[in-house]
């Protein structure tokens, strides 16, 4: 034959390394599975633990999860989908989040929103080309005593006007990693 | 009617800079867990008595009676119970269940831990918000803690009993404050509310008898034990009795959390907060956005599960997050905000809901550009009439919330919504497809993603 056929037989799809870890399993089948009566509910964990690895959940660690809570993958897509704070496609190191509910608003969150922008020069839902930060606006964040409030990755910010704001993200460490919530000192060691 | 001290923020001083987070240590110096070793040695149905006795209403929004709900659980024990506890506070302008758990979730493990004897639990999950990152962390702590002092796991407090308590992260949906919704959640699934009947009494998470309960209501539950139902009902008013955390937020000189009575009016609940900033006062969100709004004529209606929904026109007390607006707020582009909300919170599982509250939102949008026409507000005021679970179209009360702020707003403030949409309009009428390229509108509602 002129052309080379396919060998589809014996070709093997390039397996890369597996998005979930046998760490992570380990991790998951440790702390979760004891405490739910069947796998399926151990989803929200895990899917929050993948996030929390990869700062997104790829699609292939979506069926990885599937295989490994014995669900079919459309299950995990199900589940993935309806949540909000699951990443389906990647995000920025820095997750910019706006409150924008009526507290919120009537205390000028526009403001933040607009300063942040215009900041990184990006619109709300987009990322810099630099994939270092992602600005949404979300509805309550559930401060509203302290409106206007921004999530930046876990930390809130409270009582927020543009200036403060700034001082905060210019301040931001290189590795998202580094930057812990500032208000968690636990007292007793246990 | 006395009010003399705190109850639920005993351990949380008024001030923020003197708020230090109470853990193990100071939570029993101060007299906690005495009560949990208390009901160890009383029934359950004693322990259920006494807080049915106490006329304790649910802190969730519904107004429930805690006790009446714990005796819905099966007498006899045949199968695992759950007790679900509702941390998923997300109703704009409720932030109280997060103060509670940030400086002082000892109490509400407490809380937690006399539930569970009351209703033969098992197994108690804490549903906490996905958003609550630091609140999660404080409770996880705490019940690590908890554990560590045998008031959870497999010998409460060397009595052989077994609890256990879970923190159950959610990930950013409104819907999972709904009883049932979040159960489905626990589950994994997406967090679709249930049909009602059964119960989640009877057939809950995992199909299992569940408590459902809201933290501030657990958090009431230690007190209750400590002090009697008969001082209970000293505070509040006869139908709603005892003290009762105003999240206090908005135009306001000194928003926050206060612990107050039930029953106290509008008003006082203003002063408590420092007064008005910027204004006179113009309308207050009276507990959460889904009740609806007070007016300036209603500032005497008192602040408990009836009165606010007799005299105030709204849908309840709900969970007395209160958003007081000043006289320069824009009342259209206030529901607008709301109304948003819920297009974008709702679960897409009942049509009224899903495609009622998108296009109130488009409609809305609509007379916040400028091309508002009056056949918009009544289109307004019958789509609201259509949808919910008091109209019975809708599983679950999302939709209500939508319906009773459309509802309020309008009605309360028909002249600002009626210079708004003119009878005649000599602006072109067009549906906004891209709002300065900030909001797509989709036929499915905004995605800011």
């Not at chain 1, 599937?66 to 669900?71: G, K, P, T, V």
């Not at chain 2, 006395?2 to 007299?31: Q, S």
């Not at chain 2, 609140?135 to 959870?152: C, D, L, P, R, S």
Request: net charge neutral.
């Amino acid at each position: 034959m002129p052309w080379i056929a396919e060998d589809r037989r014996n070709t093997r799809v390039a397996q890369s390394q597996p998005l979930l870890t046998d760490e992570l399993k380990k991790q998951i089948a440790d702390t979760y599975f004891p405490r739910y009566p069947n796998k399926r509910a151990c989803l929200l964990p895990a899917l929050h633990m993948v996030q929390h690895e990869y700062n997104w959940i790829p699609p292939a660690a979506m069926q990885e999860i599937a295989e490994f809570l014995e669900i079919a993958p459309a299950e995990v897509i199900d589940t993935a989908t309806f949540y909000e704070e699951y990443w389906l496609k990647p995000k920025g190191k820095y997750l910019i989040q706006v409150c924008r509910s009526l507290s919120c608003e009537i205390c000028d969150s526009r403001k933040l929103t607009d300063h942040v922008c215009k900041k990184y020069n990006i619109e709300v839902g987009e990322t810099t080309p630099d994939q270092r930060f992602t600005v949404v606006e979300l509805e309550c964040l559930g401060a509203c005593g302290n409106a206007p409030v921004a999530l930046i990755n876990d930390v809130m910010h409270e009582d927020l006007t543009p200036e403060a704001l700034d001082a905060e993200l210019n301040k931001l460490p290189d590795d998202p990693h580094d930057y812990k919530d500032p208000g968690i000192k636990f007292a007793s060691g246990h | 009617m006395a009010f003399p001290e705190p109850v639920l923020t005993k351990r949380i001083p008024l001030n923020p800079a003197d708020r230090k987070k109470v853990w193990y240590n100071d939570y029993v110096a101060t007299g906690g867990y005495k009560q949990l070793r208390a009901a160890l040695d009383m029934s359950g149905q004693d322990i259920i008595k006494t807080v049915t006795d106490s006329g304790l209403r649910g802190r969730g929004g519904a107004g429930f009676s805690a006790g009446q709900k714990w005796s819905f659980i099966p007498k006899e024990k045949k199968t695992t119970h759950y007790l679900a506890v509702n941390a998923d506070e997300s109703e704009p302008g409720t932030f109280k269940d997060r103060h509670l758990m940030e400086w002082d979730p000892h109490q509400m493990l407490e809380g937690i831990a006399i539930a569970c004897l009351a209703t033969q639990c098992d197994i108690a999950y804490v549903f906490i918000r996905g958003e609550f990152h630091h609140g999660t962390k404080v409770v996880e702590q705490a019940i690590k803690e908890a554990y560590h002092h045998g008031i959870f796991g497999n010998n409460v407090m060397g009595t052989g009993k077994k609890i256990d308590c879970y923190v159950h992260r959610g990930a950013g949906a409104y819907i999972c404050g709904e009883e049932t919704g979040m159960l489905e959640a626990i589950e994994g699934k997406r967090g679709w509310p249930r049909n009602k009947p059964p119960f989640p009494a009877i057939a809950g998470v995992f199909g299992r008898p569940t408590v459902i309960n809201n933290v501030e209501t657990l958090c009431c539950v230690p007190h209750i034990m400590e002090r009697g139902p008969a001082w209970f009902k000293t505070m509040g008013t006869p139908s709603s009795p005892g003290p009762k955390l105003y999240g206090m937020s908005g135009h306001l000189n000194r928003p926050g959390v206060y612990e107050h009575e039930l029953g106290i009016t509008l008003q006082q609940s203003i002063d408590m907060a420092g007064g008005m900033k910027g204004g006179a006062f113009k309308g207050a969100i009276c507990g959460g956005i889904s009740m609806g709004v007070l007016a300036q004529h209603q500032l005497d209606v008192k602040l408990d599960f009836d009165d606010v929904r007799f005299r105030g026109g709204c849908l309840g007390l709900g969970t007395a997050g209160m958003i007081v607006m000043n006289e320069h707020t824009n009342m259209v582009r206030a529901l607008r905000n709301c109304v948003r909300f819920y297009a974008h919170e709702s679960c897409g599982q009942c049509t009224p809901c899903r495609e009622g509250s998108a296009w109130m939102k488009k409609i809305l949008d609509r007379i916040v550009d400028g091309y508002g026409k009056a056949r918009d507000l009544e289109m307004l005021l019958e789509l609201e009439k259509t949808m919910g679970s008091m109209p019975g179209t809708t599983i679950c009360g999302l939709a209500d919330g939508t319906a009773w702020a459309t509802r309020t707003f309008i009605n309360k403030y028909y002249d600002e919504f009626a210079a708004a949409c003119p009878e005649e309009t000599t602006k072109r009428v067009s549906l906004p497809i891209s709002r300065g390229n900030r909001e797509v509108a989709t036929p499915m509602g905004s995605n800011t993603r």
